[in-house]
């Protein structure tokens, strides 16, 4: 009953070919070990992949000691590597459970190409994707994160999704089959365990059935994401393009929010952030939002996100007197001419009086409180009203560079020079600075 269960699912999911050679990853524990049987039973050429992560000591060995004995005892391909698992994830900066998974599934794929595998099954069963399900519904998510686990993703298959855990222990008995037994499975430390171990079956008391019903529950919505992500990524072309979301377009969706999150979901923004942004839509320019690797800005009439981390180019620079170029952080070629007769109007091009400037020149990025005198005015003026006056984004003011000579204003590069050092009637040389792309 139960291989024909998993014979119809795979065909019916079109995991893989019949007979095909599939990498198996091959713990010891119930799930994989059923897995393997089932596999070969149906034809499969299978190849155990065991991985040790050293995570549990000596039990650790001892389930590799295993694996590694039933494969050989049945003439099984075998293939086991070791893990330094703790320290990948500290080098890593992330979780255990994300160094495992990340160490797993690339060994996985190395050997799948190394015997030119169909495919690399694991034993995932459905009783783990009613976990990932509620797992992912406490965390707050989008409906795909409703849908549970899927039945492939890339060359990872699971087969064991149209069974339970009762029937894979049931089977394992049956057959007098042995399997090693995580110690860690029985502490409710981990999220995972502690819905498995309480949760559900808290749940169980409402509904014998619950772990039935929320799966057939995953497996319509799985259906009802497919209409839903269409209808998404339709949004998501109206009303992104180029880093910029159009508010007044995301208005008219039916649905701003959602759209909003799956935009933003896939940069690490969390479901919290993303309501905050829905409530800023009518405020304030300038609120910034961040997740751990994106910004998003609040302008006007659009959001702007762009990739965020620590920049390592809002340090200070200096153009000394006999500097004819500059390539970092900006492109500028400077010259130092007669005065001409005619200027070049451009916001690219500068000509001041040399002799008013004292070098070495100074190039920084605009601070609060930076003011100067707008070419052909008289009064000063702050940068930052100039900013808003010119309808920058906060984007746009980071990206722009001054620059000083004995720390007076000279020039917001690209935009606007300082009337102080303009070249008049009794000017002879004129330094000539132009911003190249």
């Known amino acids: 009953m139960v291989v024909e269960k998993v014979k119809r699912y795979i065909q019916e999911n079109e995991l893989m070919d019949d007979y095909a050679t599939v990498v198996v990853g091959f713990s010891g524990g119930a799930d994989s070990m059923a897995l393997l049987d089932i596999l070969i039973q149906l034809g499969y050429r299978c190849v ?45 900066k992330i979780s255990i459970e994300m160094a495992a998974r990340d160490l797993r599934y690339g060994w996985f794929e190395e050997f799948r190409q190394k015997y030119d595998s169909d495919a690399i099954a694991v034993a995932h069963h459905k009783d783990d994707s009613v976990e990932t399900m509620l797992l992912n519904l406490s965390r707050g998510t989008g409906i795909s994160g409703l849908r549970g686990i899927l039945p492939k993703n890339g060359y990872v298959v ?74 998404i990524d339709a949004s998501i072309a109206k009303v992104l393009n180029d880093g910029r979301i159009d508010i007044n377009l995301l208005m008219k969706e039916v649905s701003p929010q959602a759209v909003l999150y799956e935009i933003l979901s896939p940069m690490g923004f969390k479901p919290s952030v ?6 800023s839509m009518h405020g304030e320019s300038g609120r910034v939002f961040y997740s751990d690797t994106h ?7 659009c959001f702007i996100i762009d990739e965020w981390s620590d920049r390592d180019d809002d340090g200070v620079f200096y ?22 007769e005619v200027f070049d109007k451009s916001n690219r091009v500068l000509y001041v009086d040399r002799n008013k400037l004292v070098f ?14 707008p070419f052909g005015m008289k009064g000063r003026k702050k940068v930052s009203d100039y900013f808003t006056d010119q309808k920058l984004s906060v984007k746009d003011k980071e990206e722009i560079w001054l620059l000083f ?33």
């Open 319 to 340: 153009i000394d007197d006999a500097q004819s170029e500059l390539k970092t952080p900006v492109s500028l070629v400077l010259q130092t001419i007669p005065r001409p």
């Open 48 to 92: 155990a992949a065991h991985c040790n992560f050293h995570l549990r000591g000596e039990e650790s060995d001892r389930d590799a000691r295993f694996a590694q004995q039933w494969c050989k005892e049945r003439n099984i391909q075998f293939e086991i590597v070791d893990f330094d698992t703790v320290g990948y994830a500290d080098s890593n």
């Open 158 to 231: 699971r087969p064991l999704l149209a069974i339970s855990r009762e029937e894979i222990e049931q089977y394992l008995s049956r057959k007098d089959i042995p399997y090693r037994t995580d110690s860690t499975n029985k502490e409710d430390i981990y999220r995972r365990n502690y819905i498995r171990l309480n949760i559900i079956p808290a749940l169980r008391k409402l509904n014998p059935s619950v772990s039935e019903a929320l799966f057939r529950t995953s497996n319509n919505l799985a259906e009802v994401e497919k209409i839903y992500r269409n209808a």
């Open 405 to 437: 000579s004995d720390d007076k204003l000279v020039w917001i590069v690209g935009h606007r020079s300082d009337n102080r050092f303009r070249a008049d009637d009794t000017t002879t040389e004129v330094l000539k600075v132009e911003l190249i792309d």
């Open 360 to 373: 070495p020149l100074m190039l920084r990025r605009w601070e609060h409180g930076d003011w100067f005198i």
């Open 274 to 279: 993303v309501v905050d942004v829905v409530q």
């Open 295 to 301: 910004r998003l800005i609040k302008d006007r009439d």
